[in-house]
Every structure is written in C-alpha cells, then in structure tokens.
C-alpha cells in the first residue's frame, strides 16, 4: 500500500502568504486549517511537487523539513493511485504559476478568467488527487490550502 502526503505550510512571513490566511480566515475556513498559506504534495521517495509562486509555477523538488513550518496529512493510496498521481504530477512541471487564477477565482470569486494549465499550490494538488477519484467534486480553481485541507480530512473519515 502506498500514500503520499498533503504538507501544509504555516508560518509564512510573506504579505503574499498573509493575505491568503487572510482570505481563507474571512470565507470561514476553521480553525487550525486558516493557518496555511500553501500546500505541497509529498512521495515516499521525498520529492514534493506544487506550484510556487517563488518558483514561478510547477516544480518538483526535495526540500528540507522543518517540522515547525508543516503540517502533514496522509492520503492512503494504491500502488497503482500513486503512479497516476506522480504521473501526473511530472507531466505538469514547468506550468506557470496561476496569478490570474488566484486573483480573478480566489479574490474576486468569478470564473471571468481561467488558464488551463496554470496552477496555484491548493488548485494543483486538488487535481493531483482528482486522478485517483478523490475531491472529484471541487471545482479545484475554487480551493484554497484550508479548505483542501478540511475536505480531504472529511474524505479519510
């Protein structure tokens, strides 16, 4: 049986990362899950794969753990799930980060302009996992790193 991990970041001194704590903390979003302004999927092997807007988009790299900035959630996966995912995951490096998406869908809650092959963190891990049939029914440009975090925490209940 294989898994991959949801890491999610906190403790981000940006204005970009405040700004979506922020966000997430005005549309509701409870508790501990309004902390993260980023999210980040992790293989057993330890790359982690998200889109970055430090990064400029979608990447795939090892980073050094520091559990006082990351929360971790395990997602149980098949061998087979896992290959879809990663898969998946490769084929999207080099996408651009999605500045639109997260202004236009996040901000000012419109679809008015979408890319298809951009992606923020939380938009490219919802369709990472959209692969293997689960979050099949979040419009992934619509999440943010909380809410992922409490759907999928939902999901494993």
């Known amino acids: ?76 996966l098949t061998d087979e799930q896992e290959e879809l995912v990663r898969d998946w995951c490769e084929s999207q490096i080099a996408n651009r980060y999605n500045w639109w998406g997260i202004f236009f869908c996040q901000v000012l809650k419109t679809m008015w302009f979408i890319k298809p092959h951009d992606y923020f963190c939380s938009q490219y891990c919802a369709k990472a996992l959209q692969r293997v049939s689960i979050l099949c029914g979040v419009d992934a440009i619509t999440i943010n790193p909380g809410r992922l975090r409490e759907e999928v925490l939902t999901i494993l209940k």
């Open 1 to 76: 049986m294989a898994s991959i991990q949801l890491a999610f970041y906190r403790n981000s001194k940006s204005t970009f990362g405040k700004l979506i704590r922020l966000q997430q903390r005005v549309q509701g979003i409870p508790g501990r899950s309004s902390m993260y302004s980023h999210v980040e999927i992790v293989f057993e092997d330890g790359y982690w794969f998200s889109s970055s807007e430090q990064d400029k988009g979608v990447r795939k790299k090892k980073i050094v753990d520091n559990k006082n900035n990351w929360d971790y959630l395990r997602v149980p």
